[in-house]
């Protein structure tokens, strides 16, 4: 056999290695040659380098890179030993930051990079008046959680917790227990007793669910341990405990076995006979561990390890009024608490549009409101109210004396407000004036400060615009920002009057960012309103209480077990660890309230939901607002990013506006499995923006029946020029046909005002 040392090796792509011999030493013709290759290798601006590909074995990818010897020769011959290596890392150093502003000066807004790295601290204030916003908060029954409390707030006892049950005595006896740690970092129950109920509907009643049971609480550390995203639980799963512990099954009964661990719906009682094992304070070391001494002597800085922001004093002492009573539902004297309203709010700029009109229909088609009792009977539960802030101009503009009057007018003419003027509503659905000034005011934490930095108002995540002078709202008008719709306008049927709406004709300036009332397409984005509405929520619930909910959200079920639970809360960015703010639960005139509007005072007034998350992220008062999951709120969120598409929940969507544009391959479930198999176990959906986009594009206009007809026809008329809304005739054959997700809903809701059908929970609405 012949030795291989006699023949040429290959390469690895099966040609002839010329360049080298057996011995693997490179081979040249001459002398000459070999000089003028390692002549042109080192000179050359690039160096070919060699990358494996993966998955083919016998092939690997030549990539030319920056050559370095080049480079260093160049700048060491030009500049000398010492300056030219300093100058090539300055020129490193330019490049890096000149990518970097290209990327955010030019970048579209959600594809910009995060500014997470480097972000200076928010926090202005000292560990005592943390250690009192938590005191206060948990003392007022906001904190019915048994999560820990950041060891940095350095607390010296477990407080008392009004809103948790006592723990029972423990077996094991005291010398076997583990010792207290430095700081306290639970709370001790002292609340009443919780009783976890078992609700599903009862044969024969299976049709629909059940209304939730007056007073009942979700139980939200519960709910965090099934749909925690960070810990790797599936929206899909997430929905299936939330519906199935809720009852909204419709006693499908397809789950077998104990599902105990899926009770997350309460009832709190009074409390049992017996004892809290911790029923003495328990000495705990020092509260801060350990204390840094202050140069200036031998005290101890009790703000030790916080990190303040730079430039900033600590704030003095915050004023608290005294704190709230725990009262659960079962002893209160009325079925309202006046502490804890129930309330939402939206906020809307501009003409009045199919997006809120489908806001308040999903409202009325799911919340406890007593539509299907009769007028005069009354409804032996606390009924949630809805308020609709109307800001009637452009963000930055000034309201005139008669806004309100024109809001009146403007409400009435327009044909997807005006059937909510009906006489049925006027106690559930009340339009309110958005006045900035009057709103501002009305914070004591702000009123005294906050015209100091008008130049700053319209701030989001530290981008600023500016507003001219003649255009911010200086100036208080004359405007109640609380006032509601007279009487005499609910007392009348709505649909005599409607008509097209008239505002917005003036359209010269609608291009201007400062002009714009409201957004009607993705190029001409109203940014100014959705600033003020980022300030706007948290002003309104610290104002007055409740829930704010941002206008592309859409009701799917009854809240009472949310308000049941009386802690603040957000939910979840999507994948990242932030608060978004679409919907937003704070308690009126609450430390942690307080603390927000300071700290945004000495931050610009920066109101994005990535800004707050640093608010509270800072101060270690997250457990104060809680960061609830999405799958909640907004369930496909994390489908449209790329995750969890191995086992998405019914619908899937990649895209938000799936929902407006269902795909083919699905665009069969919507009218097949209806309202009923839309994330069903979410407390409601968040479509996104896609303000310009119609639920219904085959019936654009309010479908309510004969009641708002006026209002139909003139919406029709608009929606079709050509046709005579007298002699139009609705033919099947006319509509399209695979109805899209949002058209079944809007048509679902409408069906249920006209009285074709009964609402979620088998309620006919009564007239």
């Not at 690997?60 to 260093?72: D, E, G, I, Q, T």
């Not at 006592?166 to 009443?192: E, L, Y």
Request: net charge neutral; with cysteine; glycine share 6%.
């Amino acid at each position: 056999m012949a030795s291989p040392n006699y023949f040429t090796p290959q390469r690895g792509n099966g040609f002839l290695d010329k360049s080298r011999i057996t011995n693997a030493l490179p081979t040249y013709s001459s002398a000459v040659s070999e000089k003028m290759h390692r002549h042109s290798r080192s000179m050359s601006w690039t160096v070919p380098v060699s990358v494996p590909i993966p998955g083919v074995r016998s092939r690997r990818l030549r990539l030319f890179m920056p050559n370095p010897s080049r480079v260093h020769q160049i700048s060491v011959s030009r500049f000398g030993r010492r300056r030219g290596p300093i100058l090539l890392c300055v020129v490193l150093i330019a490049s890096i930051i000149t990518v970097c502003s290209f990327a955010r000066r030019f970048g579209a807004e959600e594809k910009q990079w995060t500014t997470n790295f480097g972000e200076s601290s928010t926090l202005v204030f000292g560990r005592d008046n943390l250690q009192r916003i938590w005191q206060w908060e948990i003392d007022s029954g906001h904190y019915p959680s048994n999560a820990k409390i950041p060891e940095q707030v350095g607390l010296s006892a477990p407080p008392l917790n009004p809103a948790l049950p006592p723990r029972k005595v423990p077996t094991i006896p005291s010398r076997f227990r583990p010792p207290p740690g430095p700081v306290a970092t639970t709370t001790r129950g002292d609340g009443p007793r919780r009783v976890y109920l078992d609700v599903q509907s009862m044969p024969p009643n299976l049709a629909y669910p059940p209304r939730p049971v007056p007073g009942s609480v979700a139980d939200l550390d519960i709910i965090m341990d099934h749909c925690d995203f960070s810990q790797g639980k599936y929206v899909r799963d997430c929905l299936e405990v939330l519906r199935i512990g809720a009852g909204l099954d419709n006693g499908k009964r397809l789950r077998r076995g104990e599902m105990d661990e899926w009770k997350y719906i309460y009832m709190e009682q009074e409390k049992e006979n017996f004892t809290d094992p911790f029923t003495d304070p328990i000495p705990i070391a020092n509260p801060i561990a350990p204390p840094r001494p202050l140069a200036s002597g031998g005290e101890t800085d009790p703000n030790a390890g916080l990190r303040k922001k730079v430039g900033a004093d600590w704030e003095t002492q915050l004023p608290l009024r005294a704190p709230l009573q725990h009262i659960p539902y079962s002893s209160l004297p009325a079925p309202c608490d006046p502490e804890n309203p129930r309330l939402f709010h939206m906020f809307w700029t501009g003409p009045f549009t199919d997006k809120p009109y489908l806001a308040l229909l999903s409202f009325l088609f799911t919340q406890n409101v007593g539509l299907h009792l009769k007028d005069g009977d009354t409804l032996d539960v606390c009924r949630p109210e809805f308020w609709m802030w109307i800001n009637p101009g452009p963000a930055a503009s000034v309201p005139n004396p008669s806004a309100l009057s024109d809001m009146y007018e403007g409400l009435k003419t327009n044909p997807w407000a005006a059937p909510f003027l009906h006489h049925r509503f006027k106690d559930v659905i009340k339009f309110k004036l958005w006045n900035t000034t009057d709103q501002l005011d009305g914070i004591p934490e702000l009123k005294d400060e906050w015209r100091e930095l008008k130049e700053t108002l319209f701030n989001s995540g530290g981008h600023i615009v500016s507003v001219p002078a003649e255009k911010s709202q200086s100036k208080s008008a004359e405007v109640s920002s609380t006032s509601t719709i007279e009487d005499s306008t609910n007392s009348t049927d709505a649909d005599t009057s409607a008509k097209p709406s008239s505002t917005g004709d003036n359209k010269s300036d609608e291009d201007d960012m400062l002009n714009r009332t409201g957004s009607k397409s993705s190029s001409s984005y109203d940014r100014l309103s959705v600033i003020l509405s980022d300030m706007a929520r948290f002003v309104l619930c610290h104002r007055f209480g409740g829930i704010y909910l941002d206008a592309d959200t859409i009701f799917l079920r009854d809240w009472e077990e949310l308000w049941g639970w009386k802690g603040a809360f957000a939910y979840r960015w999507s994948r990242l660890e932030k608060y978004n703010t679409a919907v937003l639960r704070m308690n009126k005139n609450s430390a942690l309230g307080s603390f927000l509007f300071r700290t945004a005072l000495k931050n610009g007034l920066d109101f994005h939901p990535m800004t707050v998350s640093r608010y509270t992220k800072d101060a270690y008062l997250e457990g104060l607002l809680l960061r609830l999951p999405d799958a909640m709120f907004d369930s496909a969120w994390l489908n449209t990013e790329y995750y969890q598409r191995e086992r998405p929940p019914q619908p899937y969507f990649q895209e938000f506006s799936d929902f407006f544009d269902t795909p083919a391959q699905a665009s069969a479930a919507p009218q097949a499995l209806g309202f009923e198999g839309f994330f069903q176990g979410a407390f409601s959906y968040h479509f996104h923006n896609f303000w310009w986009k119609p639920f219904d594009p085959s019936r654009n206009w309010p479908d309510l029946g004969p009641r708002f007809s006026a209002g139909e026809r003139a919406a029709r008329a608009a929606a079709e020029p050509d046709i005579d809304p007298e002699d139009a005739t609705d033919r099947v054959a006319d509509d399209k046909r695979d109805l899209d997700w949002a058209t079944v809903l809007k048509r679902t809701f409408e069906s249920y005002i006209r009285g074709e059908r009964p609402n979620m929970y088998g309620e006919w609405l009564q007239w």
